[in-house]
């Protein structure tokens, strides 16, 4: 079987030959390519070469083609501020007044360098791999991305205390999102990574996200033109997972906290688990604990399809070891083969 | 918990500032007496921080609760602003730049009375520390989301031991709820999760302090 078609069986809740490896790889990019994280994200070459060195290094089953969550802010004239060894981190909101979301743009992400990077990223990576295996693009769910735009405390204040002006901001962002998406789309992604976060109820109730990230989920996922998974960036899911499934969505990001045992039972037929292992946890693992921790993981959620190992954040810690992520493909080879546990 | 502060906490939690305003209103004596409602707020935010920990509440409701205790704070009593508070307790975001678990610390415990300095968001471990030693902070809470940032307290820490300056620090964030026992890896006394574990510990360090 190739990459995809093991992806695409247990996404048919069928049981491939074995589990689909998912770990998700983004700046750990830079560490294996020995440059800065910076320098890294400054090259669409330099994603290619690390995704398909990293592919075959650790077995995956993914190409992942995601540089970081402020370059799609960068596009509405954010920063991005880089660090040595972590995520770049979004710069000063620039979102600051009302006057602020009652003129912002939709931008033209053709404009813009950074996102012009990754549609490169994707288009050579296509090249590479043709259908052998999926690439995944991601964007920043239009209900999520605020927190960047504005800071969360504010952002958070506005959808309490302002609803107009909060759809005001939505409309924007859910056209840049489905155009973003569907850019990638046509470079060559395979499927497309819903982040959304905010939506989790481990930031806000599943009342309120009825009202609010649950239909602008529904719309936003109804014009992208590919397969998407929604990740929560490791917020719990649980208590809304019968409304992720009515996004249209066909995989579901597991948070840490999550009893895994019981997501799949409640989404089996529904939704294809993608989690939930803890990235905190992994930076400090040995190799005999990540067999361990794979195994049980396995044993637990793998059976009859709809799984896709992977971690619960949506990106693998720059901290974590070679020889622990070799330990994790090692025992999914050893611990994944269907039937589980034969 | 009596009845009254329970709707009290109720009205927090769906951010109905009239509601509570009402019912604070029924409370509040001529003489501006602010311990009954230093009680009131205390056992509510205490309840919504234990709710928040048991995965019933949300992060949204946590905040916006304290957002509303202290508009309401600022409505009865008109405190004077916090920047010239005298404290030897201080808090700051480190390293990353994610300030919403300090504001919430932050405003839920002044809010029940506790005097402490916001140091905002510091980056850089020499600034800090100099600025606790010139303030003569005794004891820092620490907030951060990124797991970079909370492995840098350990490098904080070491630079107050080249400084020979005695701290207490207690961490919380993200990546010290995903793994319980960073704190000790890098140097923190203690970890919290909620504003009420912030508050106890306080106390009992200042217990300590006394004997």
């Not at chain 1, 969550?69 to 995520?87: L, N, V």
Request: charge should be negative; glycine fraction near 8%.
């Amino acid at each position: 079987m190739t990459s995809l078609q093991r992806v695409l069986t247990t996404l048919g809740f069928s049981e491939p030959d074995r589990v689909p490896n998912f770990m998700l790889f983004s700046m750990y990019g830079a560490k294996e390519l020995g440059m800065s994280i910076e320098r890294y994200f400054s090259d669409p070459h330099n994603i290619v070469e690390a995704q398909l060195k990293i592919r075959k290094k650790y077995r995956t089953d993914a190409i992942y083609a995601f540089y970081y969550a402020s370059i799609e802010t960068e596009a509405f004239g954010g920063g991005t501020i880089f660090i040595d060894d972590g995520p770049p981190n979004a710069a000063a909101p620039f979102i600051r007044t009302a006057d602020n979301i009652e003129k912002l743009c939709v931008p033209d992400f053709n404009t813009s360098a950074g996102l012009q990077r990754v549609l490169k990223s994707i288009k050579l990576l296509k090249h590479e791999v043709g259908d052998e295996a999926p690439i995944i693009g991601v964007v920043m769910s239009p209900f999520s991305i605020p927190v960047m735009q504005m800071g969360f405390d504010n952002y958070l204040k506005l959808i309490y205390n302002d609803r107009e002006l909060f759809w005001k901001l939505m409309e924007v962002n859910k056209q840049f999102c489905v155009n973003w998406a569907n850019a990638q789309l046509e470079a060559g992604a395979t499927a497309i990574c819903y982040f959304d976060p905010v939506s989790s109820p481990t930031v806000i109730s599943p009342e309120l996200y009825l009202q609010t990230g649950f239909e602008i989920a529904k719309e936003t996922i109804s014009q992208i033109t590919g397969p998407t998974a929604t990740h929560f960036a490791s917020g719990i899911c649980l208590p809304i997972i019968d409304l992720v499934a009515q996004t249209g969505t066909a995989i579901m990001g597991a948070g840490t906290l999550d009893d895994l045992k019981l997501l799949k039972e409640k989404s089996y037929g529904k939704l294809t688990i993608l989690g939930n292992l803890n990235g905190v946890e992994m930076t400090t693992w040995t190799p005999e604990i990540a067999s361990k921790k794979i195994k049980e993981l396995i044993t637990v959620a793998a059976p009859g399809g709809g799984f896709l190992l992977s971690d619960g954040h949506g990106e693998i810690p720059f901290q974590t070891s070679e020889e622990v992520l070799l330990a994790i493909s090692d025992a999914v080879e050893q611990y994944g083969h269907y039937p589980i546990g034969s | 918990m009596d009845d009254l502060t329970l709707k009290f906490k109720e009205h927090l939690i769906d951010y109905d500032k009239t509601s509570s305003k009402e019912l604070l209103r029924s409370l509040f004596n001529s003489d501006g007496d602010y311990t009954v409602i230093n009680k009131i707020f205390f056992d509510a935010l205490n309840d919504i921080g234990e709710e928040w920990n048991k995965g019933k509440l949300s992060l949204a409701q946590v905040y916006m609760s304290g957002v509303l205790c202290e508009e309401l704070i600022n409505d009865f009593f008109n405190l004077e602003d916090k920047k010239d508070v005298d404290s030897n307790i201080a808090i700051v975001t480190f390293s990353d730049y994610h300030i919403l678990g300090k504001k919430i610390l932050y405003s839920q415990i002044s809010v029940c009375g506790y005097q402490i300095k916001d140091f905002g968001q510091i980056s850089d471990n020499e600034k800090l520390v100099k600025r606790c030693i010139n303030e003569r902070i005794e004891l820092l809470m620490i907030s951060v989301l990124m797991l970079p940032s909370a492995l840098k307290i350990k490098e904080l820490r070491a630079c107050f031991e080249r400084e020979k300056y005695d701290i207490e620090i207690i961490v919380g964030g993200a990546p010290f709820v995903f793994n319980p026992l960073l704190y000790k890896e890098v140097g923190a006394n203690a970890t919290g999760k909620t504003p009420t574990d912030a508050m106890r510990y306080i106390d009992k360090w200042r217990e300590n302090l006394k004997n």
